[in-house]
């Protein structure tokens, strides 16, 4: 049986955290290396939310890991189509919830003031300028002014290479 630690590389993106009044730049994400892998899914998790629009957009950079030079990262927002969440769910705490597509705009996943809402949307790497030396991903989160408790972690899936222990992230 293949399990999704021996297929996936498991990144904490933001750890669980009052971001109450405080963006985040994309200049202070952190950045993990796509080289090796096709896709990053980005799941947020959410506690006691108020704020009422918290916006999500993903940035490429040439380097990976936390605070990167602001000269390595991309101008432009990465290209989210859609994102995945059960916000709509009447029973959101119960574990069946229910995930629904949406439709996102301006590349950017938007994330309400419910509570214990789950958010999901993928990059995949070959939207990355890789002739250019882009190769890492981050989240840079803006419209923070009330409460808004959340973690954020990355996925990375479908190694390019077949090994026993995964490629590194960062």
């Known amino acids: 049986m293949i399990t999704l630690m021996q297929d996936a590389m498991v990144v904490n993106l933001w750890k669980p955290t009052d971001h109450s009044g405080s963006s985040v730049s994309k200049s202070n994400a952190?950045?993990?290396?796509?080289?090796?892998?096709?896709?990053?899914?980005?799941?947020?998790?959410?506690?006691?939310?108020?704020?009422?629009?918290?916006?999500?957009?993903?940035y490429?950079?040439?380097t990976s890991g936390k605070s990167v030079a602001a000269s390595s990262i991309s101008s432009t927002a990465l290209a989210i189509s859609e994102y995945w969440t059960n916000k709509s769910s009447t029973s959101i705490a119960s574990s069946g919830a229910v995930f629904t597509r949406t439709a996102a705009t301006s590349s950017k996943m938007v994330v309400t003031s419910t509570n214990s809402a789950v958010y999901a949307f993928a990059i995949d790497s070959d939207q990355l300028k890789q002739a250019s030396s882009y190769d890492c991903v981050g989240v840079a989160i803006s419209g923070i002014s009330a409460a808004a408790?959340?973690?954020?972690?990355?996925?990375?899936?479908e190694p390019r290479y077949a090994k026993d222990a995964m490629p590194q992230a960062f």
Do not use: D, P
């Open 60 to 62: 490429q950079s040439k």
């Open 30 to 58: 952190t950045y993990v290396s796509m080289k090796n892998y096709r896709r990053l899914h980005v799941i947020v998790t959410c506690g006691a939310m108020t704020e009422a629009t918290t916006n999500f957009k993903a």
């Open 149 to 157: 408790n959340f973690a954020v972690v990355g996925i990375l899936t």
